[in-house]
């Protein structure tokens, strides 16, 4: 089977940098996920890493080790919008279903 | 081009009582899931589809049955409510560049 490990909270001053990190055991490994989801609202995509390496997206960078079995999510700027829960999420097996962690809830204050 | 979208919005049900969650997609992804979710917990998957014809179980799909008769669609029938049952359900469509994408959800409520 998968799992997956992400710290539960996480608290970051607004301007500031944060890194959310998830490392995950599973088979047929083929990529890492990451989503954010507000409070009463639907996950929406943020990356996917399939190589390892820095992906950078805006504001938002994602790192993947394949050796490892580790990444991370970087938020850099952070704003009092960014608050809500990141989820990292592996695609696995032969037909890449993705599976997810319990998520990080990520509070940003003034 | 409405992206991924799910009927009803909210539900209840009496334990015992079946019903179908619909999800519709008209970016012609191949890829489409369930998942419930619950408080403080992250995203169960329940089935998946890869295709017209094609599906399979995830992590929780006790108690729940699915079908792919066309790309578009992706029910998600309860067989016999239970209150174990209550959660928020979003369905999901996966684009080639592994992009997936979320309805709105069903918050369905069993008694």
């Known amino acids: 089977g998968q799992s997956l490990e992400q710290p539960s909270e996480v608290t970051a001053v607004e301007g500031a940098i944060v890194q959310i990190n998830c490392t995950y055991q599973t088979s047929g490994f083929y990529g890492l996920s990451w989503y954010q989801q507000h409070d009463g609202g639907a996950p929406t995509f943020l990356s996917y890493n399939a190589l390892d390496g820095l992906e950078e997206t805006g504001r938002f960078s994602s790192f993947l080790s394949r050796s490892d079995s580790y990444g991370y999510l970087l938020l850099q700027e952070l704003q009092m919008k960014d608050s809500a829960s990141y989820f990292c999420a592996v695609n696995s097996g032969g037909y890449q279903k993705v599976t997810f962690g319990i998520g990080t809830k990520l509070q940003v204050i003034p | 081009n409405a992206g991924v979208t799910q009927t009803p919005k909210f539900q209840v049900l009496k334990t015992g009582q079946s019903m179908t969650l619909q999800c519709a997609q008209d970016?012609?992804?191949?890829?489409m899931s369930w998942y419930r979710q619950d408080p403080g917990m992250g995203l169960r998957l329940i089935h998946y589809?890869?295709?017209?014809?094609?599906?399979d179980q995830g992590e929780v799909p006790n108690g729940y049955n699915v079908s792919r008769s066309t790309t578009e669609d992706f029910p998600l029938r309860l067989l016999s409510a239970a209150p174990s049952q209550t959660s928020v359900y979003f369905c999901a469509s996966r684009a080639p560049d592994y992009t997936q994408y979320f309805g709105p959800g069903t918050r369905l409520t069993v008694l």
């Open positions: 589809s890869v295709g017209a014809g094609i599906t």
């Open positions: 970016m012609n992804h191949e890829y």
